[in-house]
């Protein structure tokens, strides 16, 4: 699932778009007081985020974390925003905005799988957003047109550290989760084929 950003996007209160989320049975972001619609993924975006779901779960089945998908909300308090990642880990209980069980506060890892329509959000609004959340410890941007990570990892200073890999052989850790991330397992069953992305 992705955003799509019109020309005039349709402008908001916090409170008015989570009463308006419930009256339809599409999914919207909010923004800096504005409403985005979000749109079906391709395939390619589809498996991408499917595997690394599944390559997360297998991890963490005797950690108390939870992989979830783009189906819960996360609720970034200081930016006055609400997202629906790709994939979200949160550890122990979910911190709930009030009133509410579909927006958390306490992810610990979140993911976007790169498209090519919101690639420009994701490492802009979104990295700007994601990482005033507290509880984050690791945002991973991923190709859908590549073999390629990208990970901005929370140093113990508060500082976010840079890294990228590639390849069918590369791996990339998330230290905060105990796992890695290998790019075979996250490309499993891609296909290549331009009309898939």
């Avoid at 916090?14 to 909010?30: G, I, N, Q, R, S």
């Avoid at 990642?85 to 799988?113: K, M």
């Avoid at 790019?183 to 992305?197: C, E, M, N, P, T």
Wanted: charged share 20%; hydrophobic share 35%; glycine share 4%.
């Amino acid at each position: 699932m992705y955003a799509v950003q019109p020309p005039e996007p349709t402008p908001m209160t916090e409170v008015d778009y989570l009463a308006f989320e419930e009256t339809t049975d599409d999914k919207h972001e909010y923004s800096q007081g504005r409403v985005y619609a979000m749109t079906g993924g391709s395939v390619r975006h589809s498996v991408i985020s499917a595997n690394t779901i599944t390559h997360l779960n297998n991890q963490l089945d005797e950690k108390d974390c939870t992989v979830t998908s783009s189906d819960l909300r996360v609720h970034v308090a200081s930016r006055k925003a609400y997202r629906y990642p790709d994939v979200i880990v949160f550890c122990g209980a979910p911190a709930y905005i009030t009133g509410r069980v579909d927006t958390i506060t306490n992810p610990v890892v979140l993911v976007e799988v790169l498209s090519p329509s919101t690639e420009l959000i994701d490492r802009n609004d979104k990295l700007a957003e994601y990482t005033q959340i507290e509880s984050l410890q690791a945002y991973l941007m991923i190709s859908q047109n590549t073999m390629k990570i990208e990970r901005f990892l929370r140093h113990e200073s508060g500082q976010w550290l840079y890294q990228y890999v590639t390849g069918l052989e590369a791996e990339i850790d998330l230290p905060s989760l105990g796992c890695t991330l290998a790019l075979s397992k996250i490309y499993h069953k891609v296909s290549w084929d331009d009309s898939q992305h």
